[in-house]
């Protein structure tokens, strides 16, 4: 059983900043690219940000220079630091990894979503 519970999230006004985090548990062997998606009200779930074991990250254009994923692969652990919100930035936020389990099975999993709010 492989599970990622996230943290974070909050209410915060336009210019400010929040931290996410998320932690992958359970029966894993390794993580291949974990990332950040969200979805806003109405509209679909998008990509914020990805990160591969090694390092390598990619940005969605809207949060280039304003957000920076990082990883600590020894806690299974992904990071989203957000500064600089803005009010569209508001969305419901889910972690994502891609897992081989112990078990030698792979799958995309998600986290259960943090609100994310950014008031102006």
């Known amino acids: 059983q492989v599970q990622l519970v996230e943290s974070g999230g909050g209410l915060v006004q336009a210019g400010g900043s929040l931290g996410l985090s998320c932690a992958a548990s359970?029966?894993?062997?390794?993580?291949?690219?974990m990332g950040w998606y969200r979805q806003a009200p109405g509209k679909q779930r998008e990509l914020v940000a990805t990160?591969?074991?090694?390092?390598?990250?990619n940005y969605a254009e809207s949060v280039k220079g304003r957000f920076t994923i990082s990883r600590d692969n020894a806690k299974n652990t992904v990071y989203l630091q957000m500064n600089s919100l803005k009010p569209e930035d508001t969305a419901v936020y889910y972690c994502?990894?891609?897992?081989?389990?112990?078990?030698?099975?792979?799958?995309?999993?998600w986290g259960q979503g943090t609100q994310v709010t950014v008031s102006s």
């Open positions: 994502n990894a891609g897992i081989w389990s112990t078990s030698y099975f792979y799958r995309d999993y």
């Open positions: 359970g029966s894993i062997a390794s993580i291949n690219v």
């Open positions: 990160i591969t074991s090694p390092g390598s990250t």
